[in-house]
């Protein structure tokens, strides 16, 4: 005990001396001499005598240096109980936080898991759903298994290509829409430069996630300028009513950011495409909006970055990173034909407004002009010297603009040529967006914000629009008559300009 026995007995075993309540305890736990080890029992212990005088204090006790040491030892073993206290407390913090992490990472992965397997749910019973409604043949079977696998592996590649009938049906498209063309007047409702200058900003809409902020593209429904779908970075396609400001329908399936978004002659039926390599059809049901899959194409190994419609809406491109284009067939959702452009890497596209003459823009800076009849290249555009972002036709049918990181390009395709070189923005600043109005009166420009040039006024600014995150504007849409334009930015919010 460090202090005189109160209770002193003798150890008959080793012969030392013990304070007795000290040394039975010792003996009720072990059973041996505390000092040499020896076995011992209580009754080897023999009680000594001594007086009742008052015990003495401890020597380092008597005076002050001796107290103040007492005190200095008492502090050195609470610090360095308190100091071992806080080291197990922050290790058992790094514990919690990477058992948290563990169970986050987890999380995500079981997240992931269960959306590619409704992905592959919903593209089984698409595939099942387009093979019951294909049309027999001759030997009763079905869809891919007349072109020979039930799986369908070559079964969405076409064996014959582009046939005749196809090309009998773009011709007439073409020669339809070009006769109608000469015709059509600019419609008296369409926006004049100085109602494009007053545009300005209505609505600001948070439409997709904002952990993957983003919109990549916007579409509008044919016959109405009000229904919108949005391309999203967070792998979803909105569909939005601008005019009520609701949201009709969200399409989630595909696994990566959505690149490009179109609608299909109406608002029924909307293609998708996407950075998992795929392109996928929405159906819409008898509800407004319950859209579904109604088929998934996935016949190219490159992320597909930009989908172009037929005027007719039959018929649907897809230009992918891998430097192919696929020409589908809309009804049968099948690959009618694939075109490999050795060594390029698309990165944006556009169709004519006559149907015939397809753009795609490389990363490596090049503009090439495609016949969608023959297949054949039959232009080459150069003079950008960086990736091109973003391609649109003018609705006349004469001019087509070409977004790149070095500026805007007009081409004249009549003169195949440059007839205009537009730089907006500072120098540094690339443009990562272009669209014609449908009167071809207006072209919308983004890159740092947004510019309205005018086709009839030299291609002279009439309007600039500001309020965007760093990053930039990402995409432009026209609404009716110009007098709207929708602008997606790299947060996730979709900004409606109105006159």
């Not at 109405?224 to 949005?230: E, M, Q």
Request: proline share 4%; hydrophobic share 40%; net charge neutral.
């Amino acid at each position: 005990s460090g202090s005189v026995p109160e209770e002193p007995v003798v150890s008959k075993v080793s012969g030392h001396l013990y304070e007795k309540r000290l040394v039975l305890k010792i003996i009720q736990e072990t059973g041996r001499d505390p000092v040499t080890d020896e076995p011992l029992a209580a009754g080897d212990l023999v009680t000594l005598q001594v007086g009742k005088a008052i015990n003495p204090r401890p020597t380092p006790a008597t005076s002050i240096p001796g107290l103040l040491s007492l005190f200095q030892n008492e502090w050195d073993v609470t610090v360095l109980e308190l100091h071992q206290l806080r080291t197990s407390l922050h290790k058992t913090r790094q514990e919690l936080s990477h058992a948290l992490y563990q169970h986050d990472a987890a999380t995500r992965v079981i997240a992931r898991l269960l959306q590619e397997r409704d992905g592959y749910r919903a593209a089984a019973e698409a595939a099942a759903a387009t093979r019951a409604a294909a049309p027999a043949d001759a030997n009763g079977k079905r869809g891919a298994e007349a072109d020979g696998g039930e799986d369908g592996g070559d079964a969405k590649k076409a064996k014959g290509g582009v046939t005749a009938r196809v090309v009998e049906a773009l011709t007439a498209a073409s020669d339809e829409l070009s006769r109608g063309r000469k015709k059509r007047v600019v419609p008296p409702s369409t926006a004049t430069p100085e109602e494009v200058g007053r545009l300005a900003l209505a609505h600001t809409l948070p439409l997709h996630k904002t952990r993957k902020g983003g919109i990549l593209a916007i579409d509008l429904a044919p016959g109405s300028g009000d229904l919108a779908a949005t391309a999203g970075a967070d792998g979803c396609v909105q569909v939005y009513d601008v005019a009520g400001a609701r949201s009709v329908a969200e399409l989630a399936g595909h696994s990566k950011r959505v690149n490009d978004v179109r609608f299909l002659g109406s608002a029924d039926l909307l293609a998708s495409a996407s950075a998992d390599r795929t392109v996928r059809l929405w159906r819409r049901g008898e509800a407004e909006g319950d859209y579904a899959a109604a088929a998934t194409l996935a016949d190219q190994a490159g992320e597909v970055v930009a989908l172009v419609v037929h005027p007719s809406n039959d018929y649907l491109v897809a230009a992918a990173a891998d430097g192919t284009w696929a020409f589908y067939d809309v009804a049968q959702a099948l690959c009618l034909t694939k075109v490999a452009d050795e060594g390029a890497a698309y990165s944006a596209a556009a169709l004519h407004p006559d149907g015939l003459i397809l753009s795609t823009g490389t990363q490596g800076a090049a503009v090439k002009i495609w016949e969608t009849r023959t297949q054949k290249n039959v232009a080459n555009f150069e003079g950008h010297t960086g990736r091109i972002n973003s391609l649109s036709f003018s609705e006349n049918g004469y001019y087509m603009a070409s977004a790149a990181t070095d500026g805007v390009r007009i081409w004249d395709l009549r003169k195949l040529k440059t007839i205009r070189t537009l730089n907006l923005f500072s120098e540094g600043t690339p443009t990562t967006a272009v669209a014609f109005d449908y009167s071809g009166l207006f072209l919308g420009v983004g890159g740092s914000d947004v510019r309205v040039v005018g086709a009839k006024q030299d291609w002279a600014e009439l309007a600039t629009l500001t309020g965007f995150p760093k990053k930039g504007v990402s995409s432009l849409r026209f609404g009716t008559d110009a007098k709207r334009l929708l602008v997606g930015a790299s947060d996730h919010n979709l900004r409606v300009f109105d006159v």
